[in-house]
């Protein structure tokens, strides 16, 4: 192996050393962090002080084609960038969540470089939500097994827009279904696919159990022993799989800076 892989828990999370990000990698190299994230779900590379924008870029595009996300300004000049600012009152994003599970075919994964760092504070954490999926009860497993799940768009980039700027983001990008436990296409891993950013309902129920069902799925992500969590340095990147995880970021940091960039690897559908 050209790569070293250091585990940070037993079933999710690993740094990898050995590897410069802004290298033209082998297919070897990219096969081995492939295989790493698909083990670990997230992987970590720390002391990536050459990769730049471009060189970014160049990496996600290794493992597939490359969304650009429809909040990023039309003129920057590296559309497939996801800039990700926080700071004064403006927190990060609070809520456990898979990357645009609002889009047909969401994401594969997603890797996020730091920018800048606030002094202290501002770690991402990230759950296993194969291993969340295992440790609900039989009877939760069967009945979510069987669900259908609601994504929108709208539920997190227009919950402050009047109704009429929310049924024209609704009509641009529609609510897609999704199964509630997904089947990753790599693994067969079954994974609860469902978070509290983007679902806002389960198909074929009422408000009401879709809430008490979705409430007891999604708790599964803040359950410590499906976790990992990591503090962030400078030049530090993450890569996750989108398709085996949920995330969080702690907003401890505020009101100092902290800014991050993302690309985002696309998917297929979920099945």
């Not at 992987?43 to 969304?67: K, M, N």
């Not at 990023?72 to 000049?77: C, K």
């Not at 606030?118 to 939760?140: F, H, R």
């Not at 009422?206 to 990992?228: F, G, H, M, N, Y």
Request: glycine residues 8%.
């Amino acid at each position: 192996m050209t790569i070293t892989v250091a585990p940070m828990t037993c079933t999710i999370g690993a740094e990898i050393d050995g590897v410069n990000l802004a290298d033209d990698l082998a297919p070897e190299t990219i096969a081995e962090i492939r295989a790493a994230l698909l083990e670990w779900k997230v992987i970590f590379f720390r002391e990536q002080h050459d990769l730049d924008r471009a060189g970014h870029v160049t990496f996600g595009r290794a493992f597939g084609d490359l969304e650009v996300h429809p909040l990023t300004p039309a003129d920057q000049a590296e559309p497939e960038i996801f800039v990700l600012p926080a700071g004064g009152k403006h927190g990060a994003p609070d809520v456990w969540h898979s990357d645009v599970t609002w889009r047909p075919e969401p994401s594969l994964g997603s890797i996020l470089r730091a920018v800048e760092l606030p002094p202290v504070g501002g770690d991402t954490l990230w759950a296993d939500m194969g291993k969340a999926y295992d440790l609900l009860d039989d009877e939760m497993q069967a009945q979510a097994d069987e669900l259908v799940g609601l994504h929108d768009f709208t539920r997190a980039f227009g919950a402050t827009q009047p109704p009429e700027v929310q049924d024209k983001m609704r009509r641009k990008y529609p609510t897609v279904e999704h199964p509630v436990v997904r089947t990753h296409p790599e693994t067969g891993r079954k994974t609860i696919y469902v978070n509290g950013a983007f679902t806002c309902g389960i198909k074929g129920l009422d408000a009401d159990e879709s809430k008490s069902v979705l409430d007891r799925l999604e708790r599964q992500a803040a359950i410590p022993d499906v976790q990992c969590r990591f503090r962030w340095e400078p030049d530090s990147v993450a890569f996750w799989d989108n398709r085996a995880t949920q995330h969080v970021v702690s907003n401890d940091f505020l009101p100092a800076r902290r800014v991050m960039e993302r690309v985002t690897v696309t998917g297929d559908r979920p099945y």
